[in-house]
């Protein structure tokens, strides 16, 4: 019999990936629409991009600590319950197996069928088997703070520089319309991208990221076109 060759599921970058295109796409936004409204209020190039690199650092702070903080409410909370099941199991493995079956029933086996597999993954590994048939937990959802931390953080700041670089690359009275373009190519972009990576709709992806990029630069434009006129 030929052997299979292994299956590659998109579902193990869910993690990941999430962390990277929102960090990303809020790089890309945040530190362009902050651009935008600072350059609309007729400030020079300097304070432009002072501005816009501390809306950089600031930003990829923030998502840092954000995810951080987020995904170790988590963790803390799939611990719990497996400190839980531990101590079921310990208490009353009989009942933790005839619970197992019972799951194991509504998916569609026999009575006898399922109590064999039960107690069959209950020697192999019981927390195991109850951590992904009956908390739904299992190595691909697990919660990786440090991980969701960084690749936030990272993204934000490689997502910020494309906005900082067409500071540098346009001219002073072309800046916001300049940023603004670049910002809703590189959002495309990234749209794509981050739905091909995810197997889902390419054009989707970008229209959805596309859409709100204008929205938000055509807003903090309104503003600082209004503060340079009052202020």
Known sequence: MPMR?????????????????????DGILSTASLIVGVAAADADRSAVLIAGIAGMVAGAMSMAAGEYVSVSSQSDTEEAE?????????????????????????RGLD???????????MAADALEA???DELGMNEITAAR??????????????????????????????????????????????????????????????????????????LTYAIGTLSGTVL
């Open 145 to 218: 703070p440090v991980q969701a931390a960084l690749s936030s953080a990272a993204s934000f700041a490689v997502g910020a520089a494309l906005p900082l670089a067409t500071v540098l690359l346009a001219p002073t009275s072309a800046l916001p319309v300049a940023v603004s373009a670049a910002a809703l190519a590189f959002l495309a972009l990234l749209g794509v991208a981050g739905a091909k990576a995810g197997g889902s709709d390419a054009m989707k992806g970008a229209v959805r990221v596309t859409f709100w990029g204008a929205l938000a630069m055509a």
């Open 82 to 106: 497996l400190t839980r099941e531990r101590s079921e199991l310990a208490a009353d493995p009989v009942g933790e197996t005839e619970e197992l079956a019972e799951i194991y029933v509504k």
């Open 5 to 25: 060759h292994p299956e590659h599921h998109l579902l193990s970058r869910a993690g990941w990936l999430r962390a990277a295109v929102l960090g990303a796409n």
């Open 130 to 132: 109850h951590a992904r």
């Open 111 to 121: 009575p006898a069928l399922a109590a064999q597999v039960a107690r069959q993954l």
